[in-house]
């Protein structure tokens, strides 16, 4: 009798009628839904908002707000960003579980700005986990990262850090400030531009054509989008403005790449050489040379070597930036680790001018403060998603899980690290933790299939520019600005940057110290540069003799010149009184 009640309701209800269809398909996929999670056990989760899920407990800096979160709701947590799942993971052993021992947990999420901008995402990071992934990280790892082309490119930093430390001189003799995130950008910029492009690009006006281009590209992939986190929400993003944007600067910098290779083919042309190991060879030809060969497993097109190329600057390009940012903010706000670190460096490099690899690496304290530096600030966090459903400390995860491993947090876990908050680099002296994915308490370039193939180059770039500005450079704050003012707030974009940089003329600025300054006239300060050890220079190290507004010359310090100095006797105006 119900039945037939029900069949005759049904059939006089026009169910083909689109306003009766929509909401009965949409009612039927939330009840399938709703059954299918219904049974499972998923991990905690803070309480969420209907549509937006937890993004308002998301602040501006993700990596504090999962922090905090976590201490509340534990160290596996999924949260509900928009419609996107998303684990948060805040505790070594599930970081590993993650990153090294499951093999479901190798893919990325395919975000809409990736997908633009690397061509379908057929680089490396965003890659799916697959056999171009693993022709594409082969070729990174064996051919454009090893230990031997790091080496090549030795030339490449030894070039550019020198440029970088006659511009420092330069804003000493002017006595001017130095704005220490543009100074580190730009270095980090300039060594990755050669060794990927073989120049740096610099537009008509001076101005750095790619670096701009890139920098967008790195802003547009952490912008808010809302086709990632909202499921048929993607026409806001045409509202907004961040499609057209996505659009414009994925064509800018797709022709501009196209531009590249093809200058590249030219001079591969011209000069008809086949030496891969030649010193002046950059990813680029590494690149172009393997796929004329025919020396690789897959062919790669067009658009994929761009893919490629793109990766290996936006990889590395901020990461290093960041980790120089916060090397050189932690020393000048621990002065006595910057006093060790700079006696080290004066120490194993003695009077040579020019600092070699063979040095850094006797350089034990310093390897330690990036070590440190990177504990503490680790860039980046680990972004992966599970390609299948699975298991995790007992709880369920759904396939296509985004999740991050929140190695910031991690790094700065009181339960693994001591004085976990402090910066320290002598906690890693005689230690044999290392970034290399062994240790599961300290991965700052992540671990596992998925893990940084960019580890050494990184390193060496880091470390090489350190040296330098330690032997050759004091560091401190303005004269009125106290080091433990230093503001070591961050933000994020993507990479966790120290803060104030964007501020221009307003941020963190260190002002170098010349270190031997005496009044010689009232109206001119004189300024002696030493090369050599700056608080007290020896008889025979080469000196630079400057006043504030203007450069005197080189000259070898002799008993006669100190003793002037020193007596105040030396004319500014006079260059005589120099003479050796
Ligand atoms: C201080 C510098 C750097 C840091 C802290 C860093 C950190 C990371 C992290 C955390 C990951 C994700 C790892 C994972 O999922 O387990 C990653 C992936 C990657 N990095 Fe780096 N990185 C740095 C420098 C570089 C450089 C210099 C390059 C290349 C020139 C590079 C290229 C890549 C690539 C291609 C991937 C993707 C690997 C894959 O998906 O298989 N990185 N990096």
Redesign the pocket.
Same mark, same amino acid.
């Given at each position: 009798m119900l039945l037939q009640q029900w069949w005759q309701l049904f059939n006089s209800t026009d169910v083909f009628n689109p306003l009766t269809l929509v909401p009965l398909l949409l009612t039927i996929s939330f009840l399938f839904k709703l059954l299918r999670t219904w049974k499972l056990n998923l991990p905690p989760s803070p309480p969420k908002l209907p549509i937006i899920g937890n993004i308002h407990q998301v602040g501006k800096l993700p990596h504090r707000s999962f922090r905090a979160l976590s201490e509340k709701y534990g160290p596996l947590m999924l949260l509900h960003m928009g419609q996107t799942p998303t684990l948060v993971v805040s505790s070594a052993e599930i970081g590993k579980e993650i /990153?090294v021992a499951h093999d479901v947990f190798v893919e990325?999420p395919q975000i809409r700005v990736a997908h633009t901008l690397f061509c379908g995402c057929t680089?490396?990071?965003? !890659?799916a986990y697959g056999d171009y992934?693993r022709q594409a990280?082969k070729i #990174?790892v064996l051919e %454009? %990262?090893t230990q031997k082309r790091v080496r090549m490119f030795q030339l490449v930093r030894e070039q550019e850090v020198s440029r970088m430390v006659e511009n420092v001189r330069q804003c000493c003799h002017n006595g001017s400030e130095i704005v220490v995130c543009e100074m580190l950008e730009t270095i980090a910029n300039n060594i =990755?531009s050669r !060794?990927?492009l073989g120049r740096v690009y610099e537009r008509e006006d001076g101005n750095k054509g790619f670096e701009e281009l890139s920098r967008k590209a790195m802003d547009l992939l952490g912008s808010f989008c809302f086709e990632d986190l909202f499921l048929n929400l993607g026409w806001i993003d045409v509202l907004t403005g961040l499609a057209s944007e996505l659009e414009r600067v994925s064509n800018e910098l797709h022709a501009f790449l196209d531009q590249v290779i093809e200058d590249h083919l030219a001079m591969m042309n011209e000069d008809g050489d086949d030496d891969d190991t030649s010193e002046n060879k950059d990813?680029v030809d590494i690149l172009l040379r393997l796929q004329l060969d025919g020396k690789l497993d897959i062919s790669l097109t067009q658009d994929n070597l761009k893919a =490629?190329i793109l990766? /290996?600057?936006i990889?590395?390009?901020d990461? =290093?930036a960041?980790?120089l940012e916060w090397t050189m903010a932690e020393l000048v706000k621990n002065p006595s680790i910057m006093k060790k670190a700079q006696e080290e460096v004066r120490t194993v490099v003695g009077k040579k001018q020019t600092i070699s690899e063979i040095d850094v690496n006797e350089m034990h304290y310093l390897k330690c403060v990036v070590k440190e530096t %990177?504990r503490l600030h680790?860039?980046? /966090?680990? !972004?992966?998603q599970n390609s299948k459903a699975t298991k995790l400390e007992g709880y369920d995860i759904p396939p296509k899980t985004t999740v991050l491993?929140n190695?910031w947090a991690i790094q700065r876990d009181p339960k693994l690290w001591d004085k976990a908050e402090e910066f320290i680099p002598d906690r890693f002296l005689n230690s044999q933790v290392d970034?290399r994915?062994q240790h599961i308490q300290y991965?700052?370039?992540?671990?596992?299939?998925?893990? #940084?193939?960019? =580890?050494t180059?990184? @390193?060496a770039?880091?470390e090489y520019v350190l040296a330098n500005l330690l032997y050759w450079f004091d560091w401190k704050l303005p004269d009125s600005r106290r080091c433990e003012d230093l503001d070591m707030s961050d933000y994020y974009a993507i @990479?966790i940057r120290k803060k104030e940089f964007n501020v221009d003329f307003y941020g963190d600025q260190m002002a170098v110290h010349v270190p031997f300054s005496l009044e010689v006239q009232a109206e001119a300060r004189l300024l002696v540069f030493s090369h050599m050890n700056l608080f007290s220079p020896a008889i025979g190290d080469p000196i630079s003799i400057l006043t504030q507004d203007m450069f005197i010359g080189h000259y070898v310090l002799t008993s006669g010149n100190l003793r002037g100095i020193c007596a105040n006797r030396y004319n500014p105006w006079n260059r005589k009184s120099y003479q050796n």
């Open positions: /990153m990325r680089d490396i990071a965003f !890659s992934w990280k #990174c %454009l %990262l =990755i !060794s990927v990813f =490629i990766d /290996m600057f990889g590395g390009t990461t =290093i960041a980790t %990177l680790a860039p980046v /966090m680990v !972004s992966r491993v190695t970034f994915g991965t700052p370039f992540g671990a596992g299939r998925r893990g #940084c193939p960019g =580890i180059f990184a @390193v770039g880091a @990479v």
